[in-house]
Each structure stands twice: as structure tokens, then as C-alpha cells.
């Protein structure tokens, strides 16, 4: 079975701080991960994945994540938040061989003005 | 392009109630989820089907069943509201192979309370 663990609940950090939110999972297998953001009063959207090419994915407005096999990580980073990134985090996982996505717990950010 | 929609957005029942929720896609996809979010939970995966005619059970399947009769649609029913079903419900939607394929495409979410 997959699953995935997200190391904190809600971060709040002041405008041009950096963010770093932790990811970690378990699959016995090659995976495909994800980051989905829903911004407040919004769909869920995807925001990075990682599909076994270059472990440093880049995604939308300033988004990175590294993929660390050895560590079964996916951490999603930003050098310098902004106060529009306020949101909900989620990192997500899906077994090559699995038919479904599994979802960590989710991470609220709060970035203050 | 609608891409997901999700209907009703939102609904008050009382318990014992039955009802049903539409998630529609106009994408063509093969696969159709049925999550719910809750506070400091995440999504949780209910049922699933990766083509019309089937369906499969995810983490928390317990109290709702599903059926795709049509390629573009995912119903979830709900055959006795109970308070413990009080949540958000999102539908997802996955292409299942090519360009895209694994990548969830949701729908807006169907806030359901249980009285």
C-alpha cells in the first residue's frame, strides 16, 4: 500500500521568506508524485510532478520540489514567498502500478503582508 | 472546456436521508475519483473506476456506493446520511494514459452536512 506524510500542518512565514514543506511516502515501487495547491475559495489544482525524469521538478509561480529516492522525499520549495501563495498544500503519490492517488494530510500556508 | 463539474454544491440532510451527488467530465477521461476532505485529514479516496462499467473501493468506502453507466459521469450515492458523512466531497478526473495521464483534474467540491 502507498501512503504519504506531510511533516507540518500550518506554516506561517512573513512576505520574502523562504518555504521549504516536507514530504515523505512509502510505495514498494517506482512512483509518479505531486503537489496540488487549493488556493482559498478554489479547486484543487496541480502545482509540480515528478515523473522519473530530472529528480529537481520546477512548477508554476516559482515552485520547486526535489525528489530524493534514498530518502523517499518530495519537498516542495520557493526561495521567496509571496503573500498570494496563502493556500493549502498537498503532496500526493501514485504507484506506477497503483490505479489511485493517495494524499497526505495536507499543509496550510499563511504568508502575512 | 467545464472540465469537472460537480452537483449540487451544497446540501443539508437530515440523517437517514439518501441522495446523490453528479461529477460530470467533458475531457474524455478514463478514470473518475471520488474524494473527501475533512479538517487535518486530507483527501481521502471513497470509490474509484478507471473506465465506464467498473468501480473499486478506496480508503473509506463505507456507507456510499458509486456506478458509472457513462463514460463522462461518476455518481456517489448515499443511502442513509449519517453525521459522520458531513464533509467536503471533491470529484477528480485522470485521462488514465497519454499526455496528462495521472494528473487529477478536480472539480469544484459539493459541501455535504448531516444533521
Known amino acids: 500500500a502507498q501512503s504519504v506524510s506531510q511533516h507540518n500542518h500550518h506554516v506561517i512565514l512573513s512576505e520574502a521568506a523562504s518555504l521549504e514543506l516536507g514530504c515523505n511516502y512509502s510505495?514498494?515501487?517506482?512512483?509518479?508524485l505531486f503537489w496540488y495547491v487549493q488556493y482559498p475559495g478554489q479547486h484543487l489544482q496541480l502545482l509540480l510532478k515528478?515523473?522519473?525524469?530530472?529528480?529537481l521538478v520546477k512548477g508554476i509561480k516559482g515552485f520547486e520540489a526535489e525528489f530524493i529516492k534514498s530518502k523517499f522525499s518530495f519537498n516542495l520549495r520557493k526561495p521567496s514567498v509571496q503573500w498570494s501563495d496563502t493556500a493549502e498544500y498537498f503532496c500526493?503519490?501514485?504507484?506506477?502500478?497503483?490505479?489511485?492517488?493517495?494524499f497526505g494530510d495536507g499543509t496550510t500556508l499563511t504568508v502575512k503582508p | 472546456n467545464a472540465g469537472v463539474t460537480q452537483t449540487p454544491k451544497f446540501r443539508v440532510l437530515k440523517t437517514g436521508q439518501s441522495m446523490t451527488l453528479l461529477c460530470a467530465q467533458d475531457?474524455?477521461?478514463?478514470?473518475m475519483y471520488w474524494y473527501r476532505q475533512d479538517p487535518g485529514m486530507g483527501l481521502r479516496l471513497i470509490h474509484y473506476s478507471v473506465g465506464e462499467g467498473t468501480t473499486a473501493k478506496g480508503e473509506v468506502p463505507d456507507g456510499y456506493n458509486v456506478s458509472r453507466l457513462k463514460k463522462q459521469n461518476f455518481l456517489l450515492g448515499l443511502e442513509s446520511a449519517a453525521p459522520s458523512q458531513t464533509s467536503v466531497y471533491f470529484c477528480?478526473?485522470?485521462?488514465?494514459?497519454?499526455?496528462?495521464?495521472?494528473?487529477?483534474?478536480f472539480g469544484a467540491g459539493s459541501r455535504l452536512t448531516v444533521l
Open positions: 477528480a478526473s485522470d485521462p488514465g494514459t497519454g499526455d496528462g495521464a495521472n494528473v487529477l483534474t
Open positions: 500526493a503519490v501514485k504507484g506506477t502500478n497503483a490505479g489511485k492517488s493517495t
Open positions: 475531457m474524455n477521461h478514463e478514470y
Open positions: 510505495y514498494g515501487g517506482t512512483v509518479n
Open positions: 515528478y515523473f522519473s525524469e530530472d529528480p
